[in-house]
């Protein structure tokens, strides 16, 4: 699956710049491209793999390089003004290889929260292709501020994105750590999932093949669900086996290569998703079995299918294999889409209306959010 990863802000721009550098340790073809875009020239000068051309500085007439703040409103008008440039950048990389756009931005600050949306329709108008996003939800800690902006960007970005993968920093955090300090550990679960997810269907050799394989299509059918998705991901170490196990213990193994693909299955699902949530309110879903070619048993893969799709509310579960020679792990990748019950999201809204009311905001906003709380109840 191609991809196009548009960065807004400093969190975007982190994330897409580590897209970048993970993809490019990869054998070619690659499966990513990157743009960074931001209103704050310090930023996009602390990027290491992208491109100059490709990093977009947006505002210097209105804040001459120095940023928005955690202004998204005002981030929202930049972006407005200026997506033009941001087209014009994109319309000049080869659109027509790509499969889909991921849109990503910290839902908290001022240039990517206020941006995101913006650009997300403006990408719609233009191209066919599907547009998802992924917004990164500040921990509870960070701030009334960064709350009320994922408040308000979350109800502007919820009905323009194709589908909206969200992260809930605080999921990650280890005790007694700081948002900050966690950031590189978080950004990297990022990547690595959706790099497995996106990779799967590519062809780099006859031995990374799959017997089942997961191409594009059925990435943007699972997608399609829309609304909030959760992305999970566990792993397990595995022993290489040598000549005697293959030969003699055949069977004994395969049993329990289908009952680690299971457990894999179940651990990503119920205590790794990017965004804490009730998984069984998933209408869509599919599992990535990533892993030593020789441990990627198919009746694994279809046990955990199986499981799925008697525990999600659709029915609709896809599936495959994602051979890694070289590694010493069985992983999981699980893409939970449609989801229509995410407490963290909910809790979120709950603490906006009271910082809404406490700051005393202008009557319109609050209504606004009195919305945002009817629709995220009814997802």
């Not at 931001?38 to 793999?49: E, F, R, V, W």
């Not at 009320?148 to 589908?163: E, F, G, I, Q, T």
């Not at 495959?320 to 889409?337: E, F, H, I, Q, T």
Request: aromatic letters at 6%; one cysteine or more; proline letters at 3%.
């Amino acid at each position: 699956m191609k991809v196009l990863v548009l960065g807004l802000g400093q969190a975007g721009g982190k994330i897409a710049d580590l897209f970048l550098m993970d993809d490019r340790k990869s054998h070619v073809p690659h499966t990513f491209e990157a743009i960074a875009v931001n209103t704050a020239i310090s930023d996009l000068m602390g990027l290491q793999y992208i491109p100059q051309e490709d990093r977009i500085l947006l505002g210097e007439t209105a804040v001459k390089g120095h940023g928005v703040g955690a202004d998204n409103k005002k981030g929202a008008e930049i972006a407005e003004d200026e997506a033009e440039i941001v087209l014009n950048r994109i319309s000049k990389t080869n659109v027509s290889n790509i499969d889909a756009f991921f849109i990503i931005a910290g839902l908290g600050g001022g240039t990517g929260s206020g941006a995101i949306s913006v650009i997300t329709k403006h990408l719609k108008k233009v191209y066919d292709e599907p547009v998802y996003a992924i917004g990164i939800l500040p921990a509870e800690n960070e701030g009334d501020i960064y709350t009320l902006n994922s408040a308000r960007s979350l109800k502007a970005l919820l009905p323009v994105a194709d589908a909206t993968i969200l992260v809930d920093n605080g999921a990650f955090l280890r005790s007694g750590e700081s948002v900050r300090e966690a950031y590189d550990r978080i950004n990297a679960e990022i990547v690595k999932r959706i790099g497995i997810l996106c990779r799967s269907g590519e062809i780099r050799s006859r031995k990374q093949v799959g017997e089942m394989v997961v191409d594009a299509a059925e990435v943007i059918n699972t997608f399609r669900a829309g609304g909030i998705c959760s992305i999970g991901y566990a792993s397990e170490m595995v022993k290489r086996e040598g000549l005697f196990t293959r030969m003699f213990k055949k069977k004994q193994y395969e049993i329990g290569k289908a009952s680690r693909i299971l457990s894999v299955t179940k651990r990503a699902v119920k205590g790794r998703l990017l965004l804490p949530c009730d998984y069984k309110t998933a209408n869509k879903a599919l599992i990535i079995i990533a892993g030593p070619p020789s441990q990627l048993d198919r009746k694994g893969i279809e046990k955990a299918r199986e499981w799925l799709e008697n525990t999600i509310a659709g029915s609709e579960v896809r599936g495959g294999d994602y051979p890694l020679p070289k590694s010493n792990y069985v992983g999981c990748v699980v893409l939970l889409a449609g989801v229509a019950n995410a407490p963290r999201v909910k809790s979120m809204l709950e603490k906006a209306r009271y910082v809404q009311e406490k700051i005393g905001e202008e009557p319109e906003r609050e209504k606004d959010l009195d919305y945002l709380l009817g629709e995220i109840d009814n997802l």
